[in-house]
């Protein structure tokens, strides 16, 4: 173990030595500079126009890839019942069909059956009654479309899938989750969308004894803005 | 111990809080601000030089082709998204263009409009990338995020943050490494990495009976990074772990991680 560490090291070490030095060769300006083209002025061109034209560079664009909002809905926590959930939501849409996303939601746990009939110590304390979660996942813009309201009125729109990976801190622990799901995104402008949002998270617990998978279904409304 | 674990999680709980209510406030200040300075901007203007520019409903291939300008007309650029423009054509109809029918346009100098699609070269030259991983960490789940820049296409010096979630531990790790990229214009890009950085364990109350320890590490690993599409990149590495501990043994560790970033 610590053998084959050590050749890790050093190898790596060799690495950077070997092929750094050529590397960095441009990095403090040794490298050979390069001379820029000189300024051509086309056949036929007498006068030199001194009109200051704008040219449009790429960042003078808008790009509204980011989407930001918050949602609200119900969770599910198996064994210890339904509950409101909200949190908040980031996404940037890489392609017209990928994205990645980034979520925080937090939801308190309720009674478990058992509690309720024995009428003894409650298991948790309120605070580890308390849930927050994390996660990160990839989507894809499976059915994107329009939705029509009426004869008039066109909305684009997409119906979504993602899964991924977190944590969720829950009974006083944080435990390694995982989440998938579908969503409808309906873009009420071309900046604002509404979500509606169905997803399973997936974490083990251990709590009544013996450990199992426990799912938490969660369905949510939310708001987001594009920027 | 019971305190303990209570106050921790009042603590998480609270800065969870917190981030949801400033992302609130983002949202609920940015909204009519952002609304306000649209209004007032002044787009960017091109004409078309094709025969036709195609307006579709959305910004996606299916979206159907409802508008065509003619060339010659002006157009307004009012936003991108993704390889999509949403435009306004003079009559005032608003439409989305793909990136390549915008190419074919022209500024009011005359000179065709260029806008960079992302390819495997800026996969070799970007100096930004930003991405998650996920995989184990001597048995235990471990998800991290990392930020990387590049200071040249080699060289590069990156910041990880990860939570490990073990059966009998959780814990948080927080590393600089720089990583070698011996051959950075393939597709398929083996690296090296070094690093160094700190790792904080919380045994589990109810299983182990220890204190909470923060210890200095040092890394050396190896992996891939795959250029996938346009912006995308998915990255496999190995890195193997000493753990400083205050103990006579050092401790070693090896990790898998497996996951997705872009760059820009």
Known sequence: MESRFRILFLSTLLAFGLSGCA??????????????????????????????????????????????????????????????????????????????EGSVGQSEGGLTSFEILSGGAPLLSDSERKLTYYNVNVGYNILPGESFIGE?????????????????????????TVNFGAGYRFLLTDSIAMHVDFRDHLFDIDLLGEEKTAHNLEGSLGVTVFF | ??????????????????????????????????????A???????????PYLEMHTGPGRGYPVFHVVDRGEDIDIVMRRTDWFKIRAGNGTEGWVDRAQMERTLQPA?????????????????????????GDFGGANVVSIYGAYSINPNVSIEVWGSQILGNFSNGWMGSVNLTHETWPDWRISPFFTLGTGIIH????????????????????????????????????????????????????????????????
């Open chain 2, 110 to 134: 005359g000179t065709p409009i260029e806008f960079a699609e992302a390819s495997q070269t800026d996969f070799t030259d970007a100096p930004w990338e930003v991405g998650g991983l996920a």
């Open chain 1, 23 to 100: 590397a960095t060769k441009n990095l403090f300006g040794f490298g050979e500079e390069e001379t820029p083209p000189p300024a051509e002025i086309p056949a036929g061109q007498v006068i030199e126009p001194e009109v200051e034209r704008r040219e449009i560079r790429e960042p003078d664009i808008d790009s509204e890839d980011f989407e930001i909002g918050a949602f609200i809905g119900v969770l599910s926590i198996e064994d210890f019942g339904s509950n409101v959930v909200y949190g908040a939501r980031i996404a940037y849409h890489v392609t017209e069909g990928f994205f990645v």
């Open chain 2, 1 to 38: 111990m019971l305190e303990r674990n209570i106050t921790t999680t009042r603590s998480t709980s609270r800065s969870i809080n917190a981030l949801i209510v400033t992302v609130l406030a983002v949202i609920l200040t940015q909204t009519p601000t952002s609304a306000i300075a649209q």
């Open chain 2, 201 to 264: 364990t919380e045994p589990k109350p109810t299983i182990v009976q220890g204190e909470d320890r923060t210890d200095q590490i040092a890394h050396a690993g190896a992996g891939f990074r795959v250029y996938a599409t346009r912006r995308f990149i998915l990255r496999a590495e190995f890195k193997s772990y000493v753990v400083f501990t205050s103990r006579d043994d050092n401790e070693e560790v090896e990790e898998w991680k497996v996951g997705f970033a872009f760059f820009f």
């Open chain 2, 40 to 50: 007032a901007e002044e787009y960017r203007s091109v004409s078309v030089a094709d």
């Open chain 1, 152 to 176: 008039g009125r066109a909305y684009n729109s997409a119906l979504y899938i993602s899964a991924g990976l977190g944590s969720t801190r829950f009974a006083g622990d944080d435990r390694f």
